[in-house]
């Protein structure tokens, strides 16, 4: 119960002011989003404000902002122009159902296979992604537009060298929407982006028929969904561990994201996972427990239905700068050391991930290739075995498994020895084939005439060794 209480009411004061700020970033993404798939923007603003406030209580990660995102609304694209939004709705929900499944399944345990060098790609394709996706409320817009949102980031690292009683991105916004509400100078404002919607999300069953033809169409759409979110959400969760230098359960969060999905697609919401741009900032504004995300998502429901006549005038030249603040620092400038000092194939991998991820805009496909990437060099840094020959006693040293055997099998190939002895002290037998490669020896030798003993193996490797020989 303590810990409980902790998470909600630990920081009540920083953690409320949070979740305004992140409210009032959530709307602009929100919007876009909705225009990335195609629906009403109230399918996006609904789910930011569901999830939001779901994973506020069912999370793993206190602090960890989930809403509609850009990751999750580029599977659904076609999803909605084939088939429609109640297709959408209903993938959403079994999109729940899958990551429920998961989070049961223990999938966060698989975060362990996640290296450094991948974990460092995704940071630093998404503070670049972030910027990236700024610069269109920016570029080609007249020169009051670079002087807001240069303004706009000024004062929020000014700001807090002489207050921090209020997040800086918080002031910002205020003072430069005030001043370009009293100056009357015309920047493109959240109202150029789309209609707010009035009232409240009400509950409702997808009116699509529940047969087998239906889950053909929404299973592929849904898995997709399932494997995105989680990996976001799960990464996400893990970048702010680090930042808080605090742990958090990232099953529950898995499980917390499924239901959250699920309960969204009854009131017309789309699928949703973590938002690392808005979790940056809810952190970066001194949002630590569950009331910052809670706060988030009934705050953004409050400002677009009661305040919706004044949100709708706040310039997008001065979220822009808030966001560009948060892309600068979600980008790890450590990493320049990090290509300087590390292993070349790790740099490398780093590298790679930006690349994909900045190339299809898919975090998941990113990620996924660079653990590949890393698991293939790892094997080949480690499958360099070697076999050494003093008087007949063939030293193995290194793994032996499926990778390595091709080089020890090929040490063997001009023995003239009558007798040899095989020692595996410096070695260690990984799987069947390393088995099978032994035996082939064996075999390929005692043709010749060539008696063979094996000696060294240490307990595990000789039980592998005798269940399959």
Known sequence: ??????????????????????????????????????????????????????????????????????????????????????????????????????GGLGVANLMRFIPNSVMLGFVNALGIMIFITQMPYLFGSGAMTYIFAAATLILVYAVPRFFTAIPAPLIAIVVMTTIALLSGVKLQSIGDLGTMPNSLPTFFLPDIPLNFETLKIILPYSLALSVVGLLESLLTSQVLDDMTDTSSNKNREARGQGIANFITGFFGGMAGCALIGQSMINIKSGGRGRLSTFTAGVFLMFLIIVLGDLVIKIPMPVLAGVMVMVSMTTFNWGSFKFLRSAP??????????????????????????????????????ISRVN????????????????????????????????????????????????????????????????DVTIRGLNSSSELLYEKLL
Not at 346 to 371: C, D, K, Q
């Open 1 to 102: 119960m303590n810990t409980l209480q902790r998470q909600w009411f630990g920081n009540v004061r920083a953690d409320l002011l949070a979740g305004i700020v992140v409210g009032l970033a959530l709307i602009p993404e929100a919007l876009a989003f909705a225009f990335i798939v195609g629906v009403d923007p109230r399918v996006a603003l609904y789910a930011s404000f569901t999830i939001a406030v779901i994973t506020s209580f069912v999370g793993g990660r206190p602090g960890l902002i989930s809403a509609a995102t850009g990751a999750m609304a580029l599977v659904l694209v076609s999803l909605m122009a084939d088939h429609g939004l109640q297709y959408v709705l209903v993938a959403t929900i079994l999109t729940g159902i899958i990551q429920l499944i998961l």
């Open 344 to 381: 070349r194939s790790e740099s490398l991998v780093m590298l790679i991930t930006v690349s994909i991820i900045l190339y299809t805009h898919n975090l998941a496909i990113g990620v996924v290739i660079g653990v590949i990437l890393s698991a293939l060099f790892f094997v080949a840094k």
């Open 387 to 450: 076999v050494t020959n003093e008087l007949g006693i063939y030293k193995i040293s290194g793994p032996l498994f499926f990778a390595s055997t091709t080089k020890f099998i090929q040490a063997f190939d001009e023995v003239t020895e009558k007798t040899i002895v095989i020692d595996f002290e410096d070695s260690q037998l990984w799987d069947e084939s390393a088995v099978g490669a032994i035996l082939k020896v064996r075999q390929k030798l005692a043709d010749k005439g060539i």
